[in-house]
C-alpha cells in the first residue's frame, strides 16, 4: 500500500513537471513569435513613411537596365535611390517610351525623367535638379570603316535614337561641328540602333560615351568610337516645370554632398566609368 502510494506521488510529480517545462516552453515560442511580428511591423512602418515617386526611365546601359532578376539597376538608379531615400521618397523605376516622355510628365504619369538625360539646351524647358554627372556625345563605326573624322560622315547614314541629344545634333537642331550627313536613321530604342550598325544598314551610331563603351566593350573589335566629340552634356533630374522647386533644391544639395565625400565617384567607377571625367566635368559645356 505505501508503495503504491510512492508510485502515485511520483507519477504526479512527473506530471506536474511536464505541465510546467510545457507552459514555459509555449511562453518562450510565443515571445519570440511577438517579437518577429513587432519586427516586420517596424519594417512595414518605416516603409510606409517613405513617400512615393515614379522615376521615367529608358533602358540606357549602364545607366538605367534590368538585371538578371528582372529589377531596375545602373549608375542612374543607384544614384536616384540614395538620393530619394535620404529626401524621404521610395523611387518606383518605370519604363517609358522615351520620345512620350514629357507627355507623360505632364499628366502625371511619371514624376520625373532620370536616365541620363541632358539639361544642355533643355535648361528652361523642365524643373532641373542638377547637374551631377556630364557625359560625351561620341561616335562609334565599325574597326574596318574608312570614317576616321567629322569630314568622313558627310556621305554616311548614321543611326540615333529618337529625341536624343545625338539626334538633335546630327538633325542640326543644335550648333554642332557635324556636317550634313547623307541619312539620319532614328531608332525607338538602343537596341534597335546597335542592331542598325550590326546589320550593316547604317554607316555610324551616336550616343553617349558610356553606352556606346558597352557596344565596343562586347563587340571583340569590331567597332571603334571616333576621337571627336560633338558635345559633351550636363546630365540632371527633370520635372515638370514650375513644379518640386522645394524638392529640386534639396537634391541640388546632396548631389552636391555625395559629389564631395566620393559616394558619386564609387557609383560611377563600380559601373566602369572615370570618375574624374564624369563627376568633376572639367571640360562641360556650362553654357
Not at 84 to 95: A, Q, R
Not at 239 to 264: C, N, R, V
Amino acid at each position: 500500500m505505501n508503495s503504491e502510494k510512492k508510485m502515485g506521488s511520483t507519477g504526479k510529480g512527473k506530471k506536474q513537471f511536464f505541465k510546467y517545462y510545457k507552459k514555459q516552453l509555449i511562453f518562450c515560442i510565443l515571445i519570440v513569435v511577438i517579437s518577429l511580428l513587432c519586427g516586420c511591423s517596424s519594417k512595414q512602418t518605416s516603409n510606409a513613411n517613405l513617400k512615393n515617386i515614379i522615376v521615367g526611365v529608358d533602358d540606357f546601359e549602364p545607366y538605367t537596365y534590368l538585371d538578371v532578376n528582372g529589377t531596375y539597376t545602373g549608375v542612374d538608379v543607384e544614384i536616384a535611390t540614395r538620393v530619394f531615400h535620404k529626401l524621404g521618397y521610395e523611387p518606383e523605376f518605370k519604363k517609358i517610351k522615351w520620345s512620350e516622355k514629357n507627355n507623360y510628365l505632364a499628366d502625371g504619369t511619371i514624376d520625373c525623367i532620370w536616365s541620363c538625360y541632358s539639361m544642355n539646351g533643355r535648361e528652361n524647358d523642365y524643373q532641373w535638379a542638377g547637374p551631377y554627372m556630364y557625359s560625351r556625345q561620341v561616335i562609334a563605326v565599325r574597326s574596318d570603316s574608312n570614317i576616321e573624322n567629322f569630314a568622313d560622315l558627310t556621305e554616311k547614314s548614321v543611326g540615333v535614337q529618337a529625341t536624343t541629344r545625338a539626334a538633335e545634333l546630327f538633325l542640326h537642331q543644335m550648333d554642332s561641328e557635324l556636317p550634313e550627313v547623307k541619312q539620319v536613321n532614328c531608332f525607338a530604342s538602343t537596341e534597335d540602333m546597335f542592331a542598325a550598325i550590326r546589320k550593316g544598314y547604317v554607316d555610324a551610331i551616336a550616343g553617349h560615351e558610356a553606352l556606346l563603351n558597352e557596344l565596343i566593350r562586347n563587340s571583340d573589335g569590331k567597332y571603334r568610337l571616333l576621337e571627336e566629340s560633338p558635345n559633351i552634356s550636363k546630365i540632371g533630374v527633370a520635372f515638370q516645370k514650375g513644379t518640386h522647386e522645394e524638392l529640386t533644391k534639396e537634391m541640388d544639395e546632396l548631389i552636391k554632398q555625395m559629389s564631395e565625400d566620393g559616394t558619386m565617384e564609387s557609383i560611377v567607377e563600380k559601373y566602369g566609368l572615370d570618375g574624374d571625367k564624369v563627376i568633376i566635368g572639367e571640360n562641360a559645356d556650362e553654357e
